[in-house]
């Protein structure tokens, strides 16, 4: 089963109890998933303890294949998001 942000905004909603309303769990899970962005656009790395690691990786330009075609083509360098996960986060699983 794949979880979503629904699934996690229900956990969040589960966790804080009667204190706080469904659009209220769904409003802190949007604010902390925009920090998470934020803060790695502009640091670039961003370490959670006992969580893991949100890096961003430069790619370099590269060849490749159109696969529809087989034709070959020159895909330019780009930058991605690659996440590690902490060894505490990996045990927990």
């Known amino acids: 089963m ?6 996690l905004t229900e956990a969040i909603h589960a966790t804080l109890g009667k204190d706080s309303s ?4 769904e409003r802190k899970l949007d604010v902390v998933i925009q920090s998470i962005k934020l803060i790695v ?3 670039k790395v961003l370490k959670l ?3 893991g690691t949100f890096r961003v ?3 370099k330009a590269r060849n490749g294949v159109n ?3 087989g034709e070959k083509m ?3 360098a780009s930058k991605t998001v690659r996440f590690t996960p902490s060894a505490a986060f990996k045990q927990s699983v």
Do not use: W
Not at 2 to 7: E, L, P, Q, V
Not at 22 to 25: D, E, G
């Open 49 to 51: 303890m006992g969580f």
């Open 22 to 25: 469904k659009a209220s769990a």
């Open 41 to 43: 656009k502009r640091k």
């Open 74 to 76: 020159k895909i330019p």
């Open 67 to 69: 696969p529809k075609t």
């Open 2 to 7: 794949i979880a979503t942000k629904a699934t």
């Open 57 to 59: 990786i430069h790619r």
